[in-house]
């Protein structure tokens, strides 16, 4: 069983930085994949970025590429989504999420259905 809580949602000015948390508590959130996901108002959730148990091998959406970094700190059960040059499009509902399954590769984990656990989501608003 994992618990996962988000925050660092906020409001932003497009261009702007924030930098969301997610904090896990649980057994075995070290061999956890863990990955992002973001639904906008009206649209299905969406693929962001995921990171494997050990952080060394990541993969992005498109949109996302170039602007945000997946990062996690298994010390201390947290897992991080650093967005710099934010766009109003990526106005939406932040999802933390983990998979206890242990493959990694290319978009395997781009799809909600590889995911065990989800966050309750934290609010990201980017005006102009």
Same mark, same amino acid.
């Not at 949602?9 to 973001?38: D, E, I, K, N, P």
């Not at 983990?98 to 989800?118: L, P």
């Given at each position: 069983? &994992? ?8 409001? &932003? ?23 992002? #996901? ?5 649209? =299905?959730? =969406? #693929? ?22 997946? $990062? ?16 109003? =499009?990526?106005?939406? &509902? ?17 799809? =909600? ?10 609010? &990201?608003?980017? $005006? $102009?």
């Amino acid at each position: 069983q &994992v618990q996962l809580v988000e925050s660092g949602g906020g409001l &932003v000015q497009a261009g702007g930085s924030l930098r969301l948390s997610c904090v896990a508590s649980g057994r075995t959130f070290r061999t956890y994949t863990m990955g992002w #996901f973001r639904q906008a108002p009206g649209k =299905e959730r =969406e #693929f962001v970025a995921v990171i494997n148990w050990t952080g060394g091998n990541t993969y992005y959406a498109d949109s996302v590429k170039g602007r945000f970094t997946i $990062s996690r700190d298994n010390a201390k059960n947290t897992l991080a989504l650093q967005m710099n040059s934010l766009k109003l =499009e990526d106005t939406a &509902v932040y999802y933390c999420a983990a998979s206890q399954r242990g493959y990694f590769s290319g978009s395997y984990y781009d799809t =909600e259905s590889r995911y065990d656990y989800w966050g309750q989501g934290t609010q &990201v608003t980017v $005006s $102009s």
